[in-house]
């Protein structure tokens, strides 16, 4: 069961590019890394999804080093609205019950 | 696509009744999922169906919850009797098969109060 730590919290301004950073030291074969992004009153939303090397959506990058014993989620050029709780998530589709959520990183975007 | 539905929004009632949660998954979605988020414990699985079958539900608190997923298109999550500490927020989700972890779509969550 590979588990995942990221950091509480971070702070940022608008308009800097955001890195967070996810260990999961004991991932597995064939297990997936997976970011969702969660606002207020609001459900987690699928943002990312990776396996190794580089991938980069319309909102997000996701790196994942060669030893995938972590990964980054980087966000260009904050806004506001990008204020909300990140989850990292490592998996696969041999049972979602092995799918946790954890506490996530709050991150608060400043003006 | 409506996305995944939840039903009610909130919900405020006393200890000791009956509370029952909705949930309509997106169509041809062939998972289900409830959670739990609160404060103290994060975004908690509760229990997950594939095709309308239960297959893991561990995280169940105890036997005062139970869930059904009658068909396809609908699933509930009964709580009885309601407690205080069950205070949360419910999210149900759904997902298609896939070889990988396919990504998950959450309802927008039912605020449940027990006083």
């Known amino acids: 069961l590979a588990k995942t730590t990221q950091p509480i919290s971070m702070d940022s301004y608008e308009g800097q590019e955001v890195n967070i950073t996810c260990s999961h030291n004991n991932i597995a074969t064939n297990d997936y890394i997976t970011w969702y992004q969660q606002f207020p009153s609001q459900g987690p939303r699928f943002i990312i999804q990776?396996?190794?090397t580089k991938v980069t959506n319309e909102v997000a990058s996701l790196f994942i080093p060669a030893d995938r014993k972590s990964s980054t989620l980087s966000l260009p050029r904050v806004s506001l609205s990008d204020t909300a709780v990140y989850y990292c998530?490592?998996?696969?589709?041999?049972?979602?019950?092995?799918?946790?959520f954890g506490k996530g990183t709050m991150l608060l975007v400043s003006p | 696509d409506a996305g995944v539905i939840q039903s009610p929004r909130h919900e405020v009632t006393e200890m000791g009744q009956e509370v029952t949660l909705r949930c309509k998954p997106i169509?041809?979605?062939?998972?289900l999922f409830w959670y739990r988020q609160t404060m103290m414990r994060g975004l908690e699985l509760l229990i997950y169906?594939?095709?309308?079958?239960?297959?893991?539900d561990s995280g169940m608190p105890e036997d005062r919850f139970s869930a059904k997923m009658p068909n396809a298109s609908f699933s509930t999550l009964k709580i009885q009797p309601s407690e205080p500490r069950d205070s949360a927020v419910y999210f149900c989700?759904?997902?298609?098969?896939?070889?990988?972890?396919?990504?998950?779509?959450f309802g927008s969550g039912t605020q449940l109060s027990v006083l």
């Open positions: 169906f594939n095709n309308n079958v239960p297959i893991d």
């Open positions: 998530l490592v998996g696969n589709n041999s049972g979602y019950s092995t799918l946790t």
């Open positions: 989700a759904s997902s298609r098969d896939s070889a990988t972890n396919e990504k998950l779509f």
């Open positions: 169509s041809g979605h062939d998972y």
């Open positions: 990776g396996y190794k």
